[in-house]
């Protein structure tokens, strides 16, 4: 009796795996020392729900991963939600993850074009990158899928007019057209008003995330880079005067990537957004890190400690007063850690 019950539980088991399994698309790519992987979900989404993305990369300790740009090749998708995140997996392999949540604009055919995974092999006697080249590549597989739509398979594209003729009613002895006509005037008069409510929902919401990815890009550079000493401190430079530069851009409208630090600094004094104060200490931290990425200086581990502490601290005053994440300073006791 108790063995037909444990062989009917495996049954469910397997048809609940099965019918998961065939709900998901994966692609798997690899290279040397790393492992890519993109998985989307659900593998034929209806029309109006989210479709949820994401990217899993597998490396190998010492080697240095650049995961994709935030919203690379999904600009055909309106992307909801993006969550990045790393960790140490199971056997002992580093893992990067991005999950975004995509709405499709249309039902019908679709892709996630290849995305471009960087790395360089940093581990002891490998070549770090190709001749000629920064960085190693790996390209994931396009993935192909379909959005179903609401309409039945099987409804006609022909429109049959009413048996009988139609008489044109009303509502307390006011014609339909009157009263479609006021409500036309009315919506009218509240568009302006409901599209700069949109406005400013929708500048509010990009500054939020505009906090939220720097603080997560910084948490993940902190967590493999904390340290970092020879070649590597200029390098960690870079990605750390990145963070605060995209953070700006996204956060105060500052499109400005490819000017110098000083052209940088003039655009910004002309944000009204920024205050003396934030201006001078930006100015601080971004000529501290020319100092490193072209001059040559090799700062301490103290000085490091300041300069993240201080790219820290600007992002969190400069946040939007609503976001409700806190994080604590790199203080003391992180350095003694």
Do not use: C
């Not at 960087?118 to 190709?130: L, M, N, S, T, Y």
């Not at 396009?142 to 006609?156: C, H, K, M, W």
């Not at 956060?251 to 052209?263: A, G, H, M």
């Not at 581990?301 to 976001?323: C, M």
């Amino acid at each position: 009796m108790m063995g037909r019950y444990f062989a009917a539980l495996a049954l469910v088991v397997f048809a609940v795996a099965s019918t998961a399994q065939a709900d998901l698309i994966e692609r798997e790519t690899s290279r040397g020392p790393v492992d890519v992987s993109v998985r989307l979900e659900p593998s034929e989404p209806l029309i109006g729900a989210a479709i949820h993305l994401e990217v899993e990369v597998l490396a190998e300790d010492g080697v240095e991963v650049l995961m994709p740009e935030f919203g690379e090749a999904l600009d055909r998708f309106l992307i909801l939600d993006f969550a990045p995140s790393a960790n140490v997996a199971e056997d002992g392999r580093n893992r990067f993850i991005q999950r975004y949540n995509l709405e499709p604009p249309r039902s019908g055919e679709h892709s996630i074009p290849p995305l471009l995974v960087e790395f360089v092999d940093r581990r002891q006697g490998a070549k770090p990158a190709p001749q000629g080249a920064d960085a190693y590549e790996v390209l994931t597989e396009r993935i192909d899928f379909t959005v179903q739509s609401v309409l039945p398979e099987n409804a006609g594209d022909a429109l049959r007019p009413m048996p009988g003729r139609l008489r044109a009613r009303g509502v307390a002895g006011v014609p339909y057209w009157v009263i479609g006509t006021v409500a036309a005037v009315l919506l009218l008069a509240a568009l302006p008003f409901a599209y700069r409510y949109w406005q400013a929902r929708e500048i509010a919401r990009r500054k939020r995330t505009a906090y939220e990815i720097a603080r997560g890009e910084l948490d993940d550079l902190l967590q493999w880079e904390r340290h970092p000493a020879g070649d590597q401190v200029e390098a960690f430079y870079v990605k750390l005067s990145g963070i605060i530069r995209r953070y700006l851009e996204n956060r105060f409208d500052l499109r400005s990537p490819e000017l110098t630090t000083e052209e940088f600094l003039v655009v910004a004094s002309r944000s009204p957004d920024l205050t003396p104060d934030w201006r001078e200490r930006l100015g601080d931290f971004l000529k501290q890190a020319d100092l490193v990425k072209f001059a040559g200086v090799v700062p301490g581990e103290g000085e490091i400690d300041d300069s993240v502490e201080a790219a820290r601290r600007f992002l969190e005053d400069t946040r939007t007063p609503d976001d409700p994440r806190e994080a604590p300073s790199f203080g003391a006791e992180e350095r003694a850690a």
